[in-house]
T-cell receptor, first 115, second 114 residues
Framework: DAGVIQSPRHEVTEMGQEVTLRCKPISGHDYLFWYRQTMMRGLELLIYFNNNVPIDDSGMPEDRFSAKMPNASFSTLKIQPSEPRDSAVYFC?????????????FGEGSRLTVL | AQSVTQLGSHVSVSEGALVLLRCNYSSSVPPYLFWYVQYPNQGLQLLLKYTTGATLVKGINGFEAEFNKSQTSFHLRKPSVHISDTAEYFCAVTINTGFQKLVFGTGTRLLVSP
């Protein structure tokens, strides 16, 4: 089985540009999470979906950030406009039956650098 | 709310040594506890987890952890580490009441030298 697939793996962009990160969760998983990892703040949960519906976006830092999950096999995290402080590694993770298992399966991450 | 504290942001040991990575948690109800490992330039992967039952949990790659309710700890250990165990290790906690997000610790970087 393929794992969680994220693209792009690396993105370098200039301040003010729009950034779109993509995620394909593991087939059959009903939860999808977006995390951000930085040296200063560690791993932060940005938003999560259950059955394609956003459940909690309280971790989204600002209105510049938005996430969608149009179907069970695809999600996007968009930053518009991007700022240098958004530079981080963004992880997507999926889970099946999270309420019981609590286990997440992570993608390899998208490293974003905003100049 | 749940939280975890990982003592020691960096641990360095020699290959073949015993390693102990410390994790203490805070939770008002029985927790689910996890250890994840992150190899360089990769995502996190599950090493082991405790939900209920036996307090000594064995995971992949020879790692094990013991849930200690009285000390609110879930320390990770491996009797004999290998160079390939060099990675960052994260302790995490959640609870099985409604939906509670997985809360990660700040991580411990383990460096295993020859």
């Amino acid at each position: 089985d393929a794992g969680v697939i994220q693209s792009p793996r690396h993105e370098v962009t200039e301040m003010g540009q729009e950034v779109t990160l993509r995620c394909k969760p593991i087939s059959g998983h009903d939860y999808l999470f977006w995390y951000r990892q930085t040296m200063m703040r560690g791993l932060e949960l940005l938003i999560y979906f259950n059955n394609n519906v956003p459940i909690d976006d309280s971790g989204m830092p600002e209105d510049r950030f938005s996430a969608k999950m149009p179907n069970a096999s695809f999600s996007t995290l968009k930053i518009q406009p991007s700022e240098p402080r958004d530079s981080a590694v963004y992880f997507c993770a999926s889970s099946y039956y999270y309420r019981v298992t609590g286990e997440l399966f992570f993608g390899e991450g998208s490293r974003l650098t905003v100049l | 709310a749940q939280s975890v504290t990982q003592l020691g942001s960096h641990v360095s040991v020699s290959e073949g040594a015993l390693v102990l990575l410390r994790c203490n948690y805070s939770s008002s109800v029985p927790p689910y506890l996890f250890w994840y490992v992150q190899y360089p330039n990769q995502g996190l992967q599950l090493l082991l987890k405790y939900t209920t039952g036996a307090t000594l949990v064995k995971g992949i790659n020879g790692f094990e952890a013991e849930f200690n309710k009285s000390q609110t700890s879930f320390h990770l250990r491996k009797p004999s580490v290998h160079i390939s165990d060099t990675a960052e290790y994260f302790c995490a906690v959640t609870i099985n009441t409604g939906f509670q997000k997985l809360v990660f610790g700040t991580g411990t970087r383990l460096l295993v030298s020859p």
